[in-house]
């Protein structure tokens, strides 16, 4: 399983992996119970893992820079039950996360993904993009004794109204 397939759904705890998606909705798989089913787009939002970024005292992290300093860490995860406890792993684990605007039950539920994340054995990494090297455009030179040719298009007459006062 890849980390850029997992998603998260509104309204629906846990993660799930993405195994197909259409306009009207998505069938996922959940990590935790291994149950597939089709999930409305029209009652959940789906959000890829990789797109979601955390609020740092600077320029914002991607989850994934958050999840490797946990990893890094190697502390034991605390109870997700007790914000004190939540908020000084985060404290130790990643100082720079901006406390004020990332609330409590975001905390919980990134302890809770990396949890399950581990478990599964998930290797959490951006996917890689090709990069595209642009192309080579060929030029048409035109030689300068040489004139292009004009097309005249033809007009058709129109005739204006006088604004009559």
Do not use: C
Not at 16 to 21: D, G, K, M, Q, V
Not at 67 to 75: I, N, S
């Amino acid at each position: 399983m890849e980390y850029s397939k997992l998603v998260a759904v509104t309204g629906l705890p846990g993660i799930f992996e993405l195994i197909s998606s259409r306009g009207d909705g998505a069938v996922v798989r959940s990590l935790d119970d291994n149950k597939t089913q089709f999930v409305s787009g029209r009652v959940h939002n789906f959000s890829h893992l990789e797109s979601i970024e955390v609020y740092t005292q600077r320029e914002n992290v991607n989850l994934v820079d958050l999840f490797a300093a946990m990893d890094k860490h190697g502390d034991s995860l605390p109870d997700s039950k007790d914000n004190a406890a939540v908020r000084k792993y985060f404290e130790k684990v990643y100082p720079e996360m901006d406390f004020e605007r990332v609330y409590p039950s975001d905390m919980k539920k990134m302890i809770k993904w990396f949890d399950t994340l581990k478990k599964h054995n998930i290797e959490i990494k951006l996917s890689e993009v090709p990069e595209e090297t642009p192309e080579p455009v060929e030029e048409i030179k035109q030689e300068p004794d040489e004139a292009p040719e004009k097309i005249a298009s033809p007009r058709k007459k129109t005739t204006r109204k006088k604004k009559s006062e």
